[in-house]
Structure formats: C-alpha cells, structure tokens
Nanobody, 121 residues
Framework: QVQLVESGGGLVQAGGSLRLSCAASGNIFRINDMGWYRQAPGNQRELVAS???????NYADSVEGRFTISRDNAKNTVYLQMNNLKPEDTADYYC???????????????WGQGTQVTVSS
C-alpha cells in the first residue's frame, strides 16, 4: 500500500514559477530514487529531473538551470521548483519513486496521479 500524491500544478504566466510537491505514504521502509516526468499532448513521457536517496540530481537539458529537484526524506516528499517557466513547459507532470517497502528488500515502482502545469504566453 503505497500512494504518491502530487500538488502544486496550475496556470502561470511565462516567466513565472511553480513548485510541485509529491508526498509518498503507505508501507514505506525507504525511498530510493525519485523523479519527475512530464507528458505533453502528442509527446512521449520524458524525464524532467531525478534525485537519488543521497541527493545526487540529474536534469533534462531543456530544464537545466531553471528547475530544481529536492527531497525531504523525513516527510517522504520530493519537490520540483520550476522557475522561468516557458509555454513549452506546459504538460502533465508525474512523480515517480522507487520504494523499498520492507526491511528485507521488497521493492516497487510507483507513480503519482499527475498534476497539470499550464504556462501562458
């Protein structure tokens, strides 16, 4: 029983900022890698940013320097701070987590329900 609940999406003007949050709950022993993906109409789902359990990050070239991924392990939450938003950032954003559910190593991959981000020009 693991759920990822996203929040923070919405409508913003170009150049503005949004912060997405994704909180994991349920049977969680440890959260390993976490990431944010996005999918726009007609496009494939793409990785936006990822972060390991110890804080190592990776970003898509299109968002490098504008987006920042972070996590609060005590709250089982991952964030995506999005600055200088562009219309091409418009998409549904999904969080993803690799979760160890038990001390003996049971693992699973989980997805959030998605949150819409719309950037107007």
């Amino acid at each position: 029983q693991v759920q990822l609940v996203e929040s923070g999406g919405g409508l913003v003007q170009a150049g503005g900022s949004l912060r997405l949050s994704c909180a994991a709950s349920g049977n969680i022993f440890r959260i390993n890698d976490m990431g944010w993906y996005r999918q726009a109409p007609g496009n494939q789902r793409e990785l936006v940013a990822s972060i390991t359990s110890v804080g190592s990050t990776n970003y898509a070239d299109s968002v490098e320097g504008r987006f920042t991924i972070s996590r609060d392990n005590a709250k089982n939450t991952v964030y995506l701070q999005m600055n200088n938003l562009k219309p091409e950032d418009t998409a549904d954003y999904y969080c993803n987590a690799q979760i160890t559910r038990t001390r003996w190593g049971a693992q699973g991959e989980y997805w959030g329900q998605g949150t819409q981000v719309t950037v107007s020009s």
